[in-house]
């Protein structure tokens, strides 16, 4: 589905994201674990287009690094950023509904409101106003609003409570399941990732150190790479 190959990133003369090469599996849930600093949101904005990138990025074996990012996106990439980025004067309805500029339909598909009922219920409530959590569900909604086939997840955990992190994991193995697509999450949280994880990469300093089937992953070596 998605494919990287030697991707590099750099912030001006300083090389982040030293050749990187990837690849996305239909209907597969990657993890990219990694702590703070590491290269993980640098990764996710080169794949969405939002940072340049040297190398290769390809979709469905299609070459996309010369894409915007909107082309990206119509392409079939949806990214959820870190830190959520909701616009917060605007309804929860219109926030979700941002998502559909990519495919051009004017109505919210109705799996969206049924895997997470909670939006449905503040639909027309100003998005400022959600919890952190509530946010999440909805930046996750705006997203499948663009009718992705691969939908990129920066840290979704971060400054969510532990009882709607299990709930959204559970979310995301249903997403995956309904919809046919493919995940890749950044994620720091071990328990977060075992539970939707196909595969584990750990990124370190902007390489990838080690990776490991998700199902039978050793999960303490992989804590010691989040150690700090």
Same mark, same amino acid.
């Given at each position: 589905?998605?494919?990287?190959?030697?991707?590099?990133?750099?912030?001006?003369?300083?090389?982040?994201?030293?050749?990187?090469?990837?690849?996305?599996?239909?209907?597969?849930?990657?993890?990219?674990?990694?702590?703070?600093g590491?290269?993980?949101?640098?990764?996710? *904005?080169? +794949?969405?287009?939002?940072? /340049?990138?040297? !190398?290769?990025?390809?979709?469905?074996? =299609?070459?996309?690094?010369?894409?915007?990012?909107?082309?990206?996106?119509?392409?079939g990439?949806?990214?959820?950023?870190?830190?959520r980025?909701?616009?917060?004067?605007?309804?929860?309805?219109?926030?979700?509904?941002?998502?559909?500029?990519?495919?051009?339909?004017?109505?919210?598909?109705?799996?969206?409101?049924?895997?997470?009922?909670?939006?449905?219920?503040?639909?027309?409530?100003?998005?400022?106003?959600?919890?952190?959590?509530?946010?999440?569900q909805?930046?996750?909604?705006?997203?499948?609003?663009?009718?992705? *086939?691969? +939908?990129?997840?920066?840290? /979704?955990?971060? !400054?969510?409570?532990?009882?709607?992190? =299990?709930?959204?994991?559970?979310?995301?193995?249903?997403?995956?399941?309904?919809?046919?697509?493919?995940?890749?999450?950044?994620?720091?949280?071990?328990?977060?990732?075992?539970?939707?994880?196909?595969?584990?990469?750990?990124?370190?300093?902007?390489?990838?150190?080690?990776?490991?089937?998700?199902?039978?992953?050793?999960?303490?070596?992989?804590?010691?790479y989040?150690?700090?």
């Amino acid at each position: 589905m998605l494919s990287t190959n030697d991707l590099r990133v750099s912030y001006g003369m300083s090389e982040v994201i030293h050749g990187i090469s990837l690849n996305v599996k239909e209907n597969e849930t990657l993890a990219i674990m990694g702590r703070n600093g590491m290269g993980k949101t640098t990764l996710f *904005k080169s +794949l969405i287009g939002i940072l /340049p990138a040297q !190398g290769e990025i390809a979709m469905l074996g =299609k070459d996309i690094s010369g894409d915007k990012a909107y082309q990206r996106v119509k392409k079939g990439i949806a990214y959820v950023p870190q830190g959520r980025m909701v616009f917060p004067t605007l309804t929860v309805e219109e926030n979700i509904a941002t998502g559909l500029e990519a495919t051009g339909k004017k109505k919210i598909p109705n799996d969206i409101y049924e895997l997470f009922p909670v939006l449905h219920d503040m639909r027309h409530r100003k998005a400022g106003n959600l919890s952190g959590g509530q946010q999440q569900q909805m930046v996750i909604g705006r997203a499948l609003a663009a009718d992705p *086939k691969v +939908l990129l997840l920066d840290e /979704p955990t971060e !400054g969510i409570q532990p009882s709607i992190i =299990k709930q959204l994991a559970k979310t995301l193995n249903e997403i995956k399941q309904l919809r046919g697509l493919s995940i890749v999450v950044s994620e720091q949280v071990l328990s977060f990732a075992m539970a939707v994880a196909d595969r584990v990469m750990v990124i370190e300093k902007g390489q990838i150190v080690h990776e490991e089937d998700g199902k039978s992953a050793d999960q303490k070596k992989i804590a010691s790479y989040l150690a700090v």
